[in-house]
């Protein structure tokens, strides 16, 4: 009989629910651990559920320990602290959420402990680093890489054309980061959404892309000397939510508006909250182009990989926990099945440097309906 795995989900949102159902087969036994008992709606029968206040690092130690792999699914405000928890327990994870510090302040932590810590596992950052990982150990050399990236609704209407597969305030947080690229191979800061560009995207129509800070952990593991990330919108969405960033809605300091103080953003994300809010019925779709130019077995290479994915209607599953979920998914049985063993904190570009890493999440992808088309 083959050893099962006890692997624990901690946090039962849209994107943790699909990880745990895609887990759920004759070797892994899973758990979901989060506060709100409703996410238990969101699982199948074969899933435990488990309340829990994981904002405190101690119960998540406390919970971790008694499985054999921990998977990072909470909101990015908790994200660093529920790794680091999971890491000082001993337990290896595979991790999704997008939080604001630097992973890699943990990896001496993980070393010692002897934990394989995969971070930023989802689409972008998740597996555009996957690729770039694989292209930066095939090509001669690696000229450049752009991600441009986009989570869509199928049915835009207006006035916004959008629709939020995650919170509102992590959307704004997006849209006002400073995005840090590379040119001519020096660091360069750009404000978000700038710099915008039209792009007829195969199957979807007009898209417009502009700058926007997701490379992470790109930016000190790969040397290529332009990299940059773009977010796709449908177009005129950038140019609405340029007039509200001008117009003050997004700015932190606290405004006394008569007997009231507030700040303009937490107005901006409430209000956003009920127009952007993706319902049960608001089918999405990811887009996504990664295109690496460079020399490849002595020639002037580029190549471009388009992926399109869509609502999984057969499963109530959205395209954005499709396309976040199943990396982390496949990377999880690989860390689990012991395919990939690295102490230490490790982006997914490390996965990438392996050729057999790399092909098993793809496989695992393909397996689930999402692929690139890939051409040169």
């Avoid at 890489?145 to 704004?172: H, M, N, T």
């Amino acid at each position: 009989m083959p050893e099962t795995h006890r692997i624990v989900v901690l946090g039962g949102g849209r994107v943790g629910s699909a990880i745990a159902r895609d887990l759920v087969d004759s070797a892994f036994e899973v758990t979901v651990v989060d506060h709100d008992a409703q996410a238990q709606d969101r699982l199948v029968a074969a899933i435990a559920f488990q309340q829990a206040d994981l904002r405190d690092p101690a119960e998540v130690s406390r919970i971790v320990a008694g499985h054999d792999l921990a998977i990072g699914a909470v909101p990015g405000w908790l994200g660093f602290q529920t790794l680091r928890a999971v890491i000082e327990a001993e337990r290896d994870i595979v991790d999704i959420s997008f939080f604001e510090e630097d992973p890699f302040e943990l990896d001496e932590l993980a070393r010692a402990k002897g934990v394989t810590a995969v971070v930023d596992c989802g689409v972008a950052p998740g597996l555009s680093n996957l690729v770039l990982g694989h292209l930066n150990a095939r090509f001669d050399r690696l000229d450049r890489f752009v991600c441009l990236v986009g989570g869509l609704p199928e049915d835009p209407q207006p006035p916004w054309r959008y629709k939020a597969p995650y919170s509102p305030a992590d959307v704004i947080e997006m849209y006002t980061r400073p995005a840090r690229i590379r040119r001519d191979g020096v660091a360069v800061t750009l404000p978000a959404l700038t710099e915008p560009e039209m792009l007829d995207f195969p199957g979807v129509g007009e898209l417009e892309s502009f700058n926007t800070d997701g490379l992470r952990t790109l930016l000190d593991t790969c040397d290529v000397p332009d990299l940059a990330e773009r977010t796709l919108r449908y177009p005129g969405h950038r140019e609405q939510i340029e007039l509200l960033a001008t117009s003050g809605f997004f700015e932190r300091e606290v405004r006394q508006v008569g007997e009231s103080a507030v700040r303009p953003i937490d107005l901006a994300s409430d209000l956003l909250f009920e127009q952007w809010h993706q319902g049960p019925r608001d089918y999405d779709m990811t887009v996504m182009r990664l295109i690496a130019a460079g020399q490849l077995e002595g020639q002037t290479t580029e190549l471009i990989y388009d992926l399109c994915d869509r609502f999984d209607r057969s499963k109530g599953i959205s395209s954005m926990a499709r396309t976040t979920g199943y990396p982390c998914a496949a990377a999880a049985r690989l860390v689990a099945n012991k395919g990939y063993q690295h102490p230490g904190i490790s982006p997914p570009e490390y996965l990438g440097r392996d050729e057999a890493c790399y092909q098993a999440v793809l496989d695992d992808l393909t397996d689930r309906g999402v692929g690139f088309e890939i051409r040169s």
